[in-house]
């Protein structure tokens, strides 16, 4: 497949509604009120991929920043985006791209559409010389787990490589750390009851021995 990855426009509103029915068919999916939201306060932070050939919006990503201080490290997925609208976008204070969403079609996973996503996010918080990308990364393997192991005994055996996690494992693989887990993350949510962990990437070209030393006492281990 031939892949374009560019920022969201207004046209691609359906297809990316379309997305999420096929990802995830039994919620809500992103509303086109939100996702205009999304287009109007920071549009840049906006990604789809396209199948070059069909024009499908294959996959995408929502992002805004954030200004940390404003937030605790276990507040949820509404708190850190507005439910879901992205109006808390701050990008005079904020240093942080946070992570709302990512999404690749089903049928087009495994294919490193999602390392691309996170490519151009990565682009993205260097060209603006931000210091990192956090996001709640969903435990979406815990649910088979959670009768044996508490979702921070789980966490630790995914970055371990002793657990494979649907989402935290490919996390992993884009270079994030785990800072903590999220209690009541995501209401609703069968496959990770809930829990997600806080995952951080930090931009080598800005950060400071203190912001690694800050990340190195919060990573849990
Ligand atoms: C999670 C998701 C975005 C990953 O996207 P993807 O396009 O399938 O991932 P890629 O093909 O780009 O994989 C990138 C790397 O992660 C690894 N990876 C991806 N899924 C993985 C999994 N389930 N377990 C272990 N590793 C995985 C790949 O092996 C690859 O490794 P490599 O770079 O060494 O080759 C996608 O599976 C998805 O949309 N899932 C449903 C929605 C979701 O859970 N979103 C996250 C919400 S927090």
Redesign the pocket.
């Known amino acids: 497949m031939r892949l374009t990855v560019r920022n969201t426009r207004e046209s691609d509103i359906q297809g990316i509604i379309d997305l999420c029915l096929a ?2 068919p039994d919620t809500p999916p992103w509303g086109e009120a939100q996702i205009r939201s999304h287009l109007a306060v920071f549009p840049e932070g906006q990604f789809v991929a396209l199948d070059e050939d069909s024009g499908e919006v294959v ?1 995408m990503a929502a992002s805004l920043i954030v200004w940390w201080d404003d937030y605790e490290a276990d507040m949820n997925w509404r708190d850190f985006t507005e439910h879901g609208m992205f109006t808390n976008h701050d990008p005079d204070k904020g240093r942080t791209l946070y992570g709302a ?4 079609h ?1 049928g ?10 996170y490519q151009a996010r990565r682009e993205l918080v260097e060209r603006l010389g931000l210091l990192r990308i956090r ?4 435990l ?1 393997g815990y649910h088979a787990h959670a009768a044996t192991l508490t979702p921070e005994q789980y966490t630790r055996q995914v970055v371990a490589g002793l657990v ?4 935290l ?3 992993l ?2 270079g994030f750390i785990v800072l903590k887990v999220v209690h009541e993350y995501l209401r609703h949510d069968p496959e990770s009851l809930g829990y ?1 962990a806080l995952i951080e990437w930090i931009n080598p070209a800005v950060a400071g021995a203190e912001d690694y030393a800050a990340r190195d006492r919060f990573a849990l281990r």
């Open positions: 990802v995830y996959a969403e990512v999404m690749v089903p087009r996973q495994g294919c490193g559409i999602g390392k691309a996503l996001a709640g990364a969903r979406r494979p996690d649907p989402t494992s490919f996390q693989k884009q997600a």
